[in-house]
């Protein structure tokens, strides 16, 4: 899910996401120790049957990056999954990591 936020305002609509990942933390952190699901919480989950990998499209931004910590200055970037966008105060949140937004990308064939 991505927000557009517009101004200094609150999000009340991230709560739910907020603690959607509150609870996936939780038990990543788990899975991390070796601490499983155990076979009761298996049992009470929804079944997905006939299943298989999937891929979805999700929101994200591209452009040249620079400063970012493991990619090359001026080089053409994709970012992780786009959660939070606000380009009127200058940033981005990706899964991975808060953007500050420079110039937008102008397509020259529109002018």
Known sequence: MSYMVTGRILVPELRSDIDRLRRLLEDLERIRRGDHPSP??????????NWEMAQRL?????????????????KEAYTSALWVISPELGYA?????????????VDPSLH
Do not use: M, Q, W
């Open 93 to 105: 949140r990706t899964f991975s990591r808060l953007y500050r937004l420079g110039t937008p990308f």
């Open 40 to 49: 009761a919480r298996i049992a009470k989950a929804p079944v997905l049957n």
């Open 58 to 74: 999700e929101l994200c931004l591209t452009g040249v990056v620079n400063g970012h910590p493991i990619i090359t200055d001026d």
